[in-house]
């Protein structure tokens, strides 16, 4: 079953959007769930992760990204949402979800993931 990622759109260089991704099962909590982009012409990538419940919901950035976007759980409604704001036109992309049970230390590793889902597309306007 796979995930559905939303909340993407248009929006102004500077400007904020939170996406979310929903899980049609009740023990999403129990996976680490990623964030992962892929721009026009580029190979997908990491944004950022966030673990299990279990795990205290840590929470782990690509470098490109830290300190403008935030990854939150919200386990009554089997919901993570990633929160982006200062949004730059190089954020432009496809942004995707997917979760992995591996250890947290490889919580980056892309192949690792599974349930992908279509992604939402994100465009920023300079």
């Known amino acids: 079953v796979q995930l559905q990622a939303s909340g993407g759109g248009l929006v ?3 400007g904020s959007l939170r996406l979310s991704c929903a899980a049609p099962w009740p023990t999403f909590s129990n996976f680490h769930t990623g ?4 721009a026009p012409g580029k190979e997908r990538e990491f944004v950022g992760a966030i673990s299990r419940s279990a795990y205290g919901g840590n929470t ?3 470098d490109s990204v830290k300190g403008r976007f935030t990854i939150s ?3 009554a409604k089997s ?3 990633l929160q982006m704001n200062s949004l730059k036109p190089e954020d432009t992309a496809i ?3 997917a979760v992995t049970q591996i250890l947290w230390p490889y919580a ?3 192949d690792r993931y599974t349930n992908w889902g279509q ?4 465009t920023v306007s300079s």
């Not at 964030?35 to 892929?38: H, L, S, T, V």
């Not at 992604?119 to 994100?122: A, E, I, P, R, S």
């Open 12 to 14: 102004q260089t500077g």
């Open 35 to 38: 964030w992962f982009r892929q």
């Open 60 to 62: 782990r950035y690509a």
């Open 73 to 75: 759980r919200d386990n």
């Open 79 to 81: 919901t993570v949402h």
């Open 95 to 97: 942004y995707y979800c």
């Open 108 to 110: 980056d590793e892309m």
């Open 119 to 122: 992604g939402t597309l994100v």
